[in-house]
């Protein structure tokens, strides 16, 4: 019996939910019974379903069976169903979903979530633009806007190489004229119109396909088509007097005679069926035969009210010859111009081929779509052309509706076999008399044309790049300027130069190179600029000369020379790679090692879920890929060509463009079932990693002498110093902080003299190396020794397929919450994060031995004590209130990570989807590192810390301040005041830690300090921390 019968009872007389849990055991039935491999349902598998099912709800399931059986309840649903499956195309599919019109042939939870993934974008894009609001139907909408009737995959597909295209036009010319003089069939009161798509059906009248396909061509028309209409080429014949012949004869005596009277398809139609059906396996005509032929031709002809005066000349006429010539014709035609294989059938619409394979079904909804997707993808556009044409010296009586078809197939089929790629395209048709720049050089073998949009950040990248292919190459080149229409602000905030080595790099006189160079002249001297590059993905580029603030940069506080010099150089380069299992998803937290032979760990990372996705900081040379000593070498291997294992994977970075590396890694025999990354058994866990870890610091620290944290020989000014000092004992207290700009490094030198002073503990600083300037890496190596603490220099190259954020202060952000499982070393198990501005009053190293409960995220909740700030406390209405649902709202100024945690739970990834889903809406995130990871604590738990760990007299108020462990400097949306301002008054001891601050970096660069820069800001290094005006960019 059908499952949909099945089905449709069980919804009816119960519920919808009963009914798809009886699919569900039809499924789980069927999955336990395929034992072989076959997956077929049997009949007791639907059967035993449905008796499950309904065993709670009913005393006889198997009385109701036998009901169903006996009845023809249900029957025409079925049916109904089954055709509107057929006619929607999908019946060839074995099982697909649609969403908003759109099919889908994986049907899987994962794909379902991709799909909806996939189509939200498109909504959302409809809805910022007002085409779609509360009272519109999606679902209607799409479907009018650009939706088919019909699905065929062979149709739709524009894959590069899926279609096949013919030109025409040598046919059209050659073979007799053959096409020239072809008559066509055409839906009933249309013969006399424009048909700008033209269907070739070539019919082998001696094979079961070919005379379905002639039976779907004429119900086309039947049904009815203003676009189109139907060339029929019969051939096949192998008898010259035979049924088949005699068929040709009458079918095409039709066409050319009676293709304007209004019952001539049926005709066909009911000739097609009283062939097929008596006469197509027939290989002989005798006299008999022949006669009960012509009889059956009368009566349709007398039926349909079509003359037989003609049809009685057409058998007496009968001639052997005559239809070998014309079969000839045919086969000619199709096997030696079009390239067909004798006997094949197939559709040629406007030149594009569809070869049937025996057996296959052409339907007359096939050849409607293909009609739509032709009209609207190709012929269109020639129709367009061709019917504004002023033909001159041409009979008008020439110009008729099957010369214009002919024309606009002729073209089309020829347009279509140079049909270009999606990478070329030619502009000679763009009017650019007054908005172009023309180079010519009529010499070159080269010429480009290039559209730009000069106020666009992509026409301001390929300017110069322009220049210098002008410069290099000499080719004719065209430039057409292509701006918008309107703009209601200049589009482009910097400015732009494109660098690259060139000849004027060496010196005329002697054998020095400078390097290549950016200038910028003219440029305005009371704006504040920040300096930034854009470099290839690979490279890892720093500054290594720069005298001023590159984050606030004001020309006119430069002096008279008013000159500002920065000097970069490329530091390392990126390993990136992607890491898979064969039948699975990626290794999420799989932990992998760089280094050498000699050293095996120098730099380590772990996979992320997105993709597979790792990098490592490298430089030139043979490094080993492993996987890490511990749970991720228990449980993998590495796979390398195929199925060989490898212990380790050989890695040779050989030039600047880095390496992408797709790594392949399956489980070890036996481990198959064990899970990489869990939660459970945390106490194991802990003393697991810290064997391994002992065993990764030791070597770390072997190699900390020649090795820097991405594997690179280090400078003199980077080895940091791992003495006691000043009598400090007991564990590490790790604290990462970011800086940008002269102030915010100001700030970070306070901020680190108030966490030593405060604690006898060892401390180790975490600095994001990517915006510290040349002064700061030259002072820290010297203050380091002199403080008796450790630091290290980290980074992290944005990957690429992470939305990335495009102002600088908002990838500062990004970078204190969205790496923190991968920028620091494996071993690294916990790390306190203080912003720049913040002043530690308490032992950090209470913190840092924090129980977090399990958590991987410590925030400390923004205070409520101040009450004139109530106003300001977004999170206490709208959308914050509503998604918190009684959590609190944390402030990121002071954090603690415990790494071990986030790595084992995946955090981090869940962090980063997070971040690509909500970032890619200009107004979410507003506050980036502040909102993620709220948004993200239902996923990702935050441990609260005491209220006392961060102050903020912007929120907290006077009362607490006594309490305070640490002070931050967060800004007052109230009274904008400065930070420098604010520092002195709020935080007492701020004035003498700063003054001790400048007074070693004065000593150590060899500068004097004035005493009044220690509450003033100098002229050097503005206040911008308030500023109203936006930064320009360099």
């Known amino acids: 019996m059908p499952i949909i019968r099945l089905f449709l009872y069980v919804k009816e007389n119960y519920d919808t939910q009963l009914a798809f849990q009886f699919l569900s055991s039809v499924g789980r039935f069927w999955q336990d019974e395929d034992v072989l491999g076959e997956k077929t349902v049997g009949v007791h598998d639907v059967e035993g379903a449905f008796v499950e099912t309904l065993i709670s709800k009913t005393k006889s399931p198997q009385d109701v069976l036998l009901k169903l059986e006996k009845e023809s309840t249900y029957k025409d649903e079925v049916e109904g169903s089954s055709n509107f499956v057929l006619k929607l195309g999908l019946s060839s599919l074995e099982c697909c979903f649609l969403m908003n019109g759109l099919v889908h042939d994986e049907v899987s939870e994962e794909a379902s979530i991709n799909a909806m993934n996939e189509e939200l974008p498109r909504i959302q894009e409809q809805v910022y633009y007002g085409h779609i609001n509360s009272k519109t139907d999606v679902l209607e909408k799409f479907l009018s806007e650009n939706a088919y009737q019909r699905y065929n995959l062979q149709i739709l597909n524009e894959a590069k190489g899926q279609k096949r295209f013919i030109s025409l036009f040598s046919s059209y010319a050659g073979t007799k004229g053959m096409l020239e003089d072809m008559n066509y069939l055409h839906s009933h009161g249309s013969m ?598 450790q630091y290290e220099l980290i980074t992290y190259k944005w990957p690429t397929w992470l939305h990335k954020q495009k102002e600088k202060q908002r990838i500062i952000w990004a970078y204190k919450i969205l790496f923190l499982d991968v920028i620091f070393p494996l071993s690294l198990k916990k790390v306190i994060f203080v912003d720049a501005d913040q002043v530690v009053r308490a032992d950090m190293g209470d913190l840092y031995d924090m129980d977090l409960k399990g958590r991987p995220l410590a925030y400390t909740p923004f205070c409520d004590n101040n009450k004139e700030m109530d106003g300001y406390r977004f999170w206490r209405q709208g959308f914050w209130r509503d998604h918190l649902r009684g959590k609190p709202y944390h402030i990121s100024a002071l954090y603690v990570v415990d790494l071990m945690k986030l790595r084992q739970t995946a955090a981090g990834d869940t962090l980063r989807v997070y971040y690509e889903t909500l970032s890619k809406d200009p107004n979410s995130l507003s506050n980036l590192d502040q909102d993620l990871p709220n948004y993200a604590q239902h996923t990702v738990p935050i441990f609260s810390l005491p209220q006392e760990w961060l102050w903020c007299e912007s929120w907290c108020g006077n009362s607490t301040k006594a309490r305070a462990k640490t002070i931050d400097l967060c800004n007052n949306p109230m009274t904008k005041e400065p930070k420098l301002q604010g520092a002195k008054r709020i935080v007492p001891e701020w004035v003498d830690l700063d003054a001790e601050a400048r007074l070693v970096t004065a000593r150590i660069l060899g500068e004097e300090v004035e005493s009044s820069e220690t509450v003033t800001p100098s002229s050097s290094v503005p206040d911008t921390s308030q500023s109203n005006h936006q930064k320009d960019e360099l």
Not at 572 to 588: Q, V
Request: hydrophobic share 40%; charged share 25%.
């Open 192 to 789: 006399d119109d424009l048909k700008p798509v033209t269907h070739l059906l070539a019919v082998s009248i001696t094979s079961r396909t070919g005379m379905e396909l002639l039976h779907e061509g004429i119900k086309y028309l039947i049904e009815g088509s203003k676009r189109a209409r139907v060339g029929i080429l019969l051939y096949g014949a192998e008898s010259t007097y035979s049924p088949a012949s005699l068929f040709m004869k009458i079918f095409d005596t039709t066409i050319s005679l009676y293709s304007y009277k209004a019952k001539v398809l049926d005709f066909l139609e009911e000739l097609c069926s009283f062939y097929e059906g008596r006469y197509m396996t027939v290989p002989l005509l005798d006299s008999e035969n022949f006669g009960i032929f012509s009889d059956m031709v009368h009566e349709l002809a007398e039926k349909f009210g079509l003359p037989f005066d003609h049809y009685n000349a057409t058998f007496s006429d009968f001639s052997v010859a005559e239809t070998k010539m014309q079969n000839e014709k045919v086969s000619g035609l199709l096997c030696g111009q079009l390239g067909l294989q004798y006997g094949s059938n197939a559709v040629i619409t406007n030149g594009r081929i569809f070869i049937l394979k025996e057996g296959s079904l052409f339907l007359s909804d096939d050849l409607s779509l293909l009609e739509s997707v032709e009209f609207e993808r190709r012929t269109k556009y020639i129709y367009e052309i061709i019917e504004k044409v002023e033909w001159v010296d041409i009979d008008p009586d020439y110009l008729t509706s099957k010369f214009y078809s002919d024309l606009i197939m002729l073209v089309s089929s020829s347009l279509s076999t140079r049909e270009q790629s999606s990478e070329r395209a030619r502009f000679e048709i763009l009017n650019a008399k007054y908005s172009a720049v023309n180079l010519n050089n009529g010499n070159s073998s080269i010429h480009i044309d290039a559209v730009i949009d000069p106020l666009s950040p992509s026409g301001q990248k390929l300017t110069p790049l322009l220049h210098v292919l002008w410069k290099c190459v000499r080719p004719s080149l065209r430039i057409i300027l292509n701006p918008i229409s309107s703009l209601a602000d200049i589009p482009l905030k910097n400015y732009y130069r494109f660098v690259v080595p060139s000849l004027d790099d060496f010196s005329a006189v002697d054998y020095s190179v400078n390097g290549p160079k950016a200038f910028f002249s003219n440029m305005p001297m009371s704006k504040t600029l920040t300096m930034n590059l854009d470099v290839p993905e690979p490279w890892l580029v720093e500054p290594v000369v720069a005298i001023h603030d590159l984050d606030n940069i004001l020309l006119e506080n430069l002096g008279d020379l008013r000159t500002l010099q920065a000097v970069f150089e490329l530091e390392a380069l990126i390993l990136t790679g992607h890491c898979s299992e064969k039948d699975h998803d990626p290794p999420r937290g799989l932990q992998l090692i760089l280094g050498t032979k000699r050293v095996p760990h120098l730099v380590d990372t772990l996979v992320m879920a997105n993709l597979g996705y790792w990098q490592m900081k490298v430089s030139p040379g043979v490094w080993y890929l492993q996987l890490a000593p511990g749970r991720s070498a228990d449980l993998y291997v590495l796979k390398e060509n195929g199925d060989e294992s490898s212990s380790a994977l050989l890695i040779t970075i050989n030039d600047l463009r880095g390496k992408v590396v797709h790594l392949g890694v399956a489980k070890k025999r036996g481990k198959e079932h064990e899970e990489l990354l869990s939660a459970s058994d945390d106490h194991m866990e802990q003393k697991r990693k810290d064997d391994e870890n002992k065993w990764n610091a030791n070597i770390l620290k072997w190699a900390t002498g020649f090795i820097g944290s991405g594997g690179l020989p280090r400078r003199k000014d980077e080895i940091r110093p791992d003495h006691k000092h000043g009598g400090r004992q007991g564990e590490t207290i790790n604290i990462f902080s970011v800086a940008s700009g002269h102030l915010y490094e100001r700030f970070l030198k306070i901020m680190i003299l108030s966490v030593l002073k405060n604690t006898q503990r060892p401390v180790k600083f975490w600095f994001i190396k990517n915006y510290l300037s040349p002064q700061f890496k030259d002072v820290i190596p010297h203050m380091a020794q002199e403080y008796g603490f």
